[in-house]
């Protein structure tokens, strides 16, 4: 096979037989690999450590005391979620076991010893391809999560241009009694949101009025205190539908024609007499 310069990826030979690392670094970069060697697993984490390169692994099933499956476990714990390798297993031993265990933590392709050089240079190169392919998707995948996420935030700060907008159109200034408001959108029962409610806002004498609701009482403060439905909407965090329904649920229950007719009966100075009527 003819020498091919520029390599993406250095190859990592982890044997702990000098004359095997010797033929398979020579193998390599006669094909325009750049081949590092070790023979312990130490030895292995500390060199894939350092060289951040290193993307293909050839690694030995048996490393004396240290197994190569471990390796390969250990190697991915550097590597963690944000750097990819392949590796390939070696191994001079005749059963399916091992195979198996070394497919489960990972590897990629495993070749029986003695190896033909040929068939492990082509395997190489179809790692050295889905590699490549690896890296690209998650920097094409790193770059679309940008993407949305620049989105997401122009969307927000667009929608909080529109809001504040609108607000100023339908009447400007800060929402009125929005810190009081917005302890009563929980919908608690009637009789704790009854005494809420006095503590944050004045009494009303209108008997009507004190049927309503926690939320009809809260659209109908806010009606007299001149908010548009779209003000009230921002205020309460609901639709102006919803503030619409509300608000025709108030005038109903309190025999009210009209919202001028509201805002009288529940100001403070209202008399009883006037607000029933």
């Given at each position: 096979?003819?020498?091919?310069?520029?390599?993406r990826?250095?190859?990592?030979?982890?044997?702990?037989?000098?004359?095997?690392?010797?033929?398979?670094?020579?193998?390599?970069?006669?094909?325009?690999?750049?081949?590092?060697?070790?023979?312990?697993?130490?030895?292995?984490l500390?060199?894939f450590?350092?060289?951040?390169?290193?993307?293909?692994?050839?690694?030995?099933?048996g490393?004396?005391?240290?197994?190569?499956?471990?390796v390969?476990?250990?190697?991915?714990?550097?590597?963690?979620?944000?750097?990819?390798?392949?590796?390939?297993?070696?191994?001079?031993?005749?059963g399916s076991?091992?195979?198996?265990e070394?497919?489960?933590?990972?590897?990629?392709?495993?070749?029986?010893?003695?190896?033909?050089?040929?068939?492990?240079?082509?395997?190489?190169?179809?790692?050295?391809?889905r590699?490549?392919?690896?890296?690209?998707?998650?920097?094409s995948l790193?770059?679309?999560?940008?993407?949305?996420?620049?989105?997401?935030?122009?969307?927000?700060?667009i929608?909080?241009?529109?809001?504040?907008i609108k607000?100023?159109?339908?009447?400007?200034?800060?929402?009125?009694?929005?810190?009081?408001?917005?302890?009563?959108?929980?919908?608690?029962?009637?009789?704790?949101?009854?005494?809420?409610?006095e503590?944050?806002?004045?009494?009303?004498?209108?008997?009507?009025?004190?049927?309503?609701?926690?939320?009809?009482?809260?659209?109908?403060?806010?009606?007299?205190?001149?908010?548009?439905?779209?003000?009230?909407?921002?205020?309460?965090?609901?639709?102006?539908?919803?503030?619409?329904?509300?608000?025709?649920?108030?005038?109903?229950?309190?025999?009210?024609?009209?919202?001028?007719?509201?805002?009288?009966?529940?100001?403070?100075?209202?008399?009883?007499?006037?607000?029933?009527?």
């Amino acid at each position: 096979m003819e020498k091919t310069a520029n390599r993406r990826f250095s190859v990592l030979v982890i044997d702990d037989e000098p004359q095997v690392t010797s033929e398979l670094s020579e193998l390599l970069e006669n094909s325009g690999y750049r081949c590092v060697i070790s023979d312990s697993k130490d030895s292995a984490l500390q060199k894939f450590r350092d060289d951040a390169a290193i993307g293909l692994v050839i690694c030995d099933l048996g490393l004396g005391r240290d197994n190569g499956i471990c390796v390969v476990e250990a190697l991915k714990d550097v590597a963690g979620s944000t750097r990819f390798f392949e590796t390939i297993i070696l191994t001079g031993q005749q059963g399916s076991r091992e195979v198996i265990e070394a497919m489960r933590v990972g590897v990629a392709d495993y070749y029986q010893k003695p190896v033909a050089p040929m068939d492990l240079l082509k395997g190489l190169e179809r790692l050295d391809a889905r590699l490549h392919e690896r890296i690209r998707s998650q920097l094409s995948l790193s770059h679309v999560n940008q993407r949305l996420e620049y989105l997401a935030e122009s969307l927000n700060s667009i929608s909080r241009d529109i809001h504040k907008i609108k607000y100023e159109v339908h009447g400007g200034g800060q929402p009125a009694s929005s810190s009081a408001l917005k302890q009563e959108q929980a919908e608690a029962p009637a009789s704790s949101a009854s005494s809420n409610t006095e503590q944050i806002a004045p009494m009303v004498s209108n008997p009507l009025f004190n049927k309503l609701s926690p939320r009809q009482q809260a659209v109908a403060r806010l009606v007299s205190k001149g908010l548009t439905n779209y003000q009230i909407a921002y205020d309460l965090g609901i639709t102006e539908n919803t503030v619409k329904l509300y608000v025709s649920q108030v005038l109903r229950l309190m025999h009210m024609h009209n919202r001028t007719q509201l805002a009288l009966a529940i100001s403070p100075n209202a008399s009883q007499s006037s607000a029933v009527h």
